[in-house]
């Protein structure tokens, strides 16, 4: 029997454990049911308790303490751990019928998802090729926050673009908290930013300003942070992330208001769509003219 899941992941601080909370209410309203994971041994504050929660099994506190490591460390031993004890997820989840969405919440360290294994294993094990067979797929928050420093911006796409590599599943990208940048970034200039390319580079008006302060201070210092900043290798660096994310074309985001019903109940659709929920089903288009009006005209 298939199960249908999606793991929400993304760095510290992208509202992930609140999306989590967003997506349960909306799920509630509809009659939907849930069962809610939480894998961050470290997150103690929930709007909803989760049915399963990994500091029953280990918390990195413990870890810490009991290994001498440090946050990073202790969170990797945390989820060694767990791949060493998978029976506690697997006794928990085998039971669920078809009806129920599972929720994981991971952890914000995206060096889990980017850079070393542990994820990819713990997924196989999830999924149809392990002992599970859930239909799952990842949803990755980004702050849009990030829009302001495109170079930001294009540094948390590209850590999108490794998770979508390393874990080899459905991917539904967002940006979260539109309400923090709608009195700062207009509608038009806002969806530039659903599709990245590098042209974003080409107009950054944080460049001009670069310029004028480096043309302003020829006698500082060449490796203080301000001047390596303004430089041109940044500038380098960053136009060969931009240009790699452009010719893999893999990343696109949806906007996500977790204070908006109808924009929670748009990126479920794309969950859906993506684990097949609803064979039938065609994702909604999130309606950004209803729930972003930014205003623009008062804005420009």
């Known amino acids: 029997m298939s199960k249908f899941g999606v793991v929400v992941m993304g760095p510290a601080g992208a509202g992930k454990t609140t999306f989590c909370s967003a997506l349960i209410q909306h799920l509630r309203l509809n009659k939907r049911s849930c069962f809610y994971v939480n894998l ?68 914000g360290q995206i060096e889990l998802y980017t850079h070393i294994p542990i994820v990819p294993t713990l997924i196989k094990h999830l ?30 796409t590209l850590s999108a673009m490794s998770a979508m590599i390393m874990l080899e599943l ?48 020829k006698s500082a210092d060449p490796s203080s942070a301000d001047s390596l900043m303004a430089g041109g290798s940044f500038k380098r660096l960053n136009k060969a992330v931009a240009q790699l994310i452009d010719d893999f074309s893999m990343v696109s985001f949806l906007h996500l208001d977790v204070q908006n019903e109808d924009s929670v109940g748009a990126i479920l659709s794309y969950i859906d769509d993506a684990i097949q929920f609803h064979e039938a089903q065609e994702p909604r288009e999130p309606n950004d003219e209803i729930e972003y009006d930014y205003q623009d005209a008062e804005m420009g």
Request: glycine share 4%; aromatic share 8%.
């Open 40 to 107: 961050d041994p470290a997150a103690e504050e929930f709007s909803y308790a989760p049915d399963l929660d990994i500091k029953e099994l280990i918390s990195l506190e413990d870890a810490m303490e009991e290994m001498g490591l440090g946050p990073n460390g202790g969170l990797i031993y945390c989820f060694e751990f767990l791949l060493d004890n998978l029976d506690f997820l697997t006794e928990a989840i085998d039971p669920l019928t078809d009806e129920y969405l599972i929720i994981i919440d991971m952890p």
């Open 127 to 156: 999924t149809r090729g392990g002992a599970l067979n859930v239909n799952l797929c990842a949803a990755y928050l980004l702050e849009s926050t990030f829009v302001i420093d495109r170079a930001k911006f294009f540094a948390g």
């Open 170 to 217: 459905p991917h539904v990208n967002v940006l979260s908290k539109m309400d923090l940048v709608k009195d700062l970034v207009s509608r038009k200039e806002l969806k530039r930013f659903t599709d990245p390319d590098n042209s974003l580079l080409d107009d950054d008006p944080t460049d001009s300003k670069a310029a004028l302060l480096s043309s302003q201070n």
